[in-house]
Structures are given as C-alpha cells and as structure tokens.
C-alpha cells in the first residue's frame, strides 16, 4: 500500500522550489529509523518514502509516503533476517514502488538509505534502486554497514547486497559501523544505542552534504548534478569525513580533522579518483582560509585527482568553520606494501613532517 499517493508536488513543501527535486526511500527497520532522523533534523526540500515488511515498523515512520513490501509473501511481520525474502518482497511490491516514483514528477535524485546486515534493507534495497535507475532519476545509496559483533551471517548478507547495490546504483557511500565508535571520546563509554544514532546522524549527513552541494539557497558557490555526477561517478566506495573547528586556525584544524575522519579509512584518499568538499562557515571567511583548505587537500592527494567544491554562508555559525568530504577512490591499499617503492611525495610533506611523511594511499606516517 501506499499513503498520500495522490498528493500534488507543488503542496509538498518547499519541495517544488528545489532546483533538483529529490526521494529519499528509507528501507527496512533501519532504513527508516535514518529516515526518521532526517525528519526530525528538518532536511529540507526532500520527499520522504518508508518502505518496509515489518507493518509495526512502518507504523512508526515519520515518512509521509509508505509502501509495504510483499504483504503477500511476508503479511507484514518481516523477513525473519533472510536476505532472499527481502528481495523477493520488493520485487512482488514492484508495480508500488513504481508508483511512488510518480509523486513527484521531474526527481532528479533518488537516495535509497538502508542498514545493510537483515532482511529488508539488505534484500530489498538493490530492487528499489534498480527501479528508480530504471525510471530515470540519479540514484545514490546510502547504507551502513554492520559492526563485526553482530556475528558472521550478518557480515556476509551485508557483503553481497552492498554488491547488488554497488552493480546498480550511480554512487554508493558506506559508513562503517565499527568506525563510528573511533569518533567518540575513548574515555566516554558507548553504548550500542549510541551507535545506532551515530549511524543514524552519519546517514543524514551523507545525504544532508549531497543535496546541500547542489542547492541554491543561501549558497555563494553551488554545483549542479552534473558536477555531482561527473565528481563521484564510476566504481569503487566512496568515504565521508567531517571536520569541526573555530578560532584563529580553524580552517587548517578543520580540513586536517576532516581527512583524518575514521570514516575515511575504508578508502583511499592517496589514490582517489575526484574529491568533493564543502565549506560551511559565517559570511566572514576570508579567501586566505579558503586557500589554506585547497592547498591541505591538494596535498593529499595526487595530480590527476579531480576537486570540486561548494561554499555556504552560515551566519548562525558563529566562528565555526565546518568542512565536508567526500572521497570517490580505491579500496585501502599500500603501495609501500605492492611493491616496495611507494608513490612520490610533495615538497609541502618534507617541510610538514621533516623525516617523517605520510603514504599516500592509507596515510600511515612512515620514515623517509
């Protein structure tokens, strides 16, 4: 089934002054706890879809579209964690989720956010995305990945329905479960609630950067969805990391917490293909800040890297600068390890780390 089907875009709001209309489906019991808390985080100029097997999980999604999936073959109580259920729900709610495709009429992009591990999210989400490829609309999955407590089973569905994800979609961000602890404070105890709304607030982000980057409002340096395309497009996984910072040198401390993200570290900065950042910061930032960002993340990575980004005013900011990156590169790999040699380093290392400099492709500091 499906709720509000028949409403016009133009009275979703906000949504019909968007430059690029855009669906964000949440799949599956964690898909829709993200989907729920992007809501609550007011993202803007978004359509919102739940869709799920489980009828007591839809019953507390904050979505206003929801699709039930295979209410024939799973009458609404899940999968019972089995990936092949998943997909075979998805794929008998098909002509549904084809129709929620007609809500809004000119999308442009189409997220699909799951929890990759289960049953619906896993099987289900490479259905969804194939559909919305099918129909035309630039599709982007967003998913996290299950921590390594959770047992084998979980590990290797995640493994294959990020890969039936992978074959269909145009770009596809993973957020390690593991890595979202490393971001915490060491002497601060985490519990596993903690991580499932770390997870959550990673997902919206991810989401939250990507509609930001190509968006208008209140931008003085945007990209369009070409931009977006031609930056993140092509195989691989893409990584994403944030940085924080104020006072004096809040630039530099802000890109260097960026790019040492532990998110980052299941890709390559080293040898990635494009990079896309974007800078958040009052409308005081000066251009010497924003050349200190190119010049760190132009250090990084290597010559033939292309670098997109996007500036946005944000007075309410105070003197916090925050930086966004999102990297399309290689699987972690040393060269150091490969073949013995490594990759050549830039002056600007010599002079930063003096005997000492960082590899390209895993950043481990290493001795001259």
Same mark, same amino acid.
């Given at each position: 089934?499906?709720?509000?089907?028949?409403?016009?875009?133009?009275?979703?709001?906000?949504?019909?002054?968007?430059?690029?209309?855009?669906?964000?489906?949440?799949?599956? %019991?964690?898909?829709?706890?993200?989907?729920?808390? /992007?809501?609550?985080?007011?993202?803007?100029?978004?359509?919102?879809?739940?869709?799920?097997?489980?009828?007591? *999980? $839809?019953?507390?999604?904050? *979505?206003?579209?929801?699709? @039930?999936?295979?209410? =024939?073959?799973?009458?609404?109580?899940?999968?019972?964690?089995?990936?092949?259920?998943?997909? @075979?729900?998805?794929?008998?709610?098909?002509?549904?989720?084809?129709?929620?495709?007609?809500?809004?009429?000119?999308?442009?992009?189409?997220?699909?956010? *799951?929890? /990759?591990?289960?049953? =619906?999210?896993?099987?289900?989400?490479?259905?969804?995305?194939? !559909?919305?490829?099918?129909?035309? !609309?630039? %599709?982007?999955?967003?998913?996290?990945?299950?921590?390594?407590?959770?047992?084998?089973?979980?590990?290797?569905?995640?493994?294959?329905? /990020?890969?039936?994800?992978?074959?269909?979609?145009?770009?596809?961000?993973?957020?390690?479960?593991?890595?979202?602890?490393?971001?915490?404070?060491?002497?601060?105890?985490? =519990?596993?609630?903690? %991580?499932?709304?770390?997870?959550?607030?990673?997902?919206?982000? !991810?989401?939250?950067?990507?509609?930001?980057?190509?968006? $208008?409002?209140?931008?003085?340096?945007?990209? #369009?969805?070409?931009?977006?395309?031609?930056? $993140?497009?092509?195989?691989?996984?893409?990584?994403?990391?944030?940085?924080?910072?104020?006072?004096?040198?809040?630039?530099?401390?802000?890109?260097?917490?960026?790019?040492?993200?532990?998110?980052?570290?299941?890709?390559?900065?080293?040898?990635?293909?494009?990079?896309?950042?974007?800078?958040?910061?009052?409308?005081?930032?000066?251009?010497?800040?924003?050349?200190?960002?190119? =010049?760190?993340?132009?250090?990084?990575?290597?010559?033939?890297?292309?670098?997109?980004?996007?500036?946005?005013? #944000?007075?309410? *900011?105070?003197?916090?600068?925050?930086? %966004?990156?999102?990297?399309?590169?290689?699987?972690?790999?040393?060269?150091?390890?490969?073949?013995?040699?490594?990759?050549?380093?830039?002056?600007?290392?010599?002079? @930063?780390?003096?005997?000492?400099?960082?590899?390209?492709?895993?950043?481990?500091?290493?001795?001259?």
């Amino acid at each position: 089934m499906i709720k509000d089907s028949e409403i016009d875009p133009k009275t979703l709001d906000g949504l019909w002054r968007a430059r690029v209309c855009v669906i964000v489906i949440g799949v599956g %019991t964690g898909g829709i706890a993200a989907v729920n808390h /992007m809501i609550a985080s007011d993202l803007q100029e978004v359509a919102f879809i739940a869709a799920d097997t489980d009828a007591e *999980a $839809l019953a507390n999604a904050q *979505a206003k579209h929801i699709i @039930q999936l295979g209410p =024939t073959c799973c009458k609404g109580l899940g999968t019972e964690g089995e990936l092949d259920a998943g997909r @075979q729900a998805a794929e008998e709610s098909l002509l549904v989720i084809k129709e929620a495709f007609g809500i809004i009429d000119r999308v442009g992009m189409f997220f699909v956010v *799951a929890g /990759m591990g289960g049953g =619906t999210g896993t099987g289900a989400a490479a259905v969804i995305a194939k !559909a919305a490829k099918d129909a035309g !609309a630039y %599709t982007i999955g967003v998913i996290s990945k299950p921590s390594a407590c959770e047992g084998e089973k979980r590990l290797q569905q995640a493994q294959a329905g /990020m890969q039936a994800l992978l074959d269909v979609v145009d770009i596809l961000i993973a957020i390690p479960s593991d890595k979202l602890v490393e971001c915490q404070c060491p002497s601060a105890p985490t =519990t596993h609630g903690d %991580t499932l709304r770390m997870a959550d607030e990673a997902l919206y982000r !991810a989401v939250k950067f990507i509609c930001d980057s190509v968006s $208008l409002y209140n931008n003085l340096i945007s990209l #369009d969805l070409a931009d977006v395309h031609n930056c $993140l497009s092509g195989a691989g996984m893409r990584g994403i990391g944030i940085g924080i910072a104020s006072g004096s040198n809040r630039a530099i401390a802000a890109v260097r917490r960026a790019l040492n993200d532990p998110l980052l570290e299941d890709v390559s900065i080293g040898m990635a293909k494009s990079v896309l950042y974007r800078v958040e910061a009052p409308s005081d930032i000066v251009s010497n800040e924003l050349d200190e960002i190119d =010049t760190i993340i132009s250090d990084w990575v290597h010559n033939e890297c292309k670098v997109y980004f996007s500036l946005n005013y #944000d007075d309410n *900011a105070d003197d916090t600068l925050r930086i %966004t990156i999102m990297v399309s590169g290689a699987v972690l790999e040393c060269p150091l390890e490969r073949t013995g040699l490594g990759l050549p380093w830039r002056g600007n290392f010599s002079r @930063q780390f003096g005997r000492k400099w960082p590899c390209f492709a895993c950043r481990r500091t290493l001795r001259r």
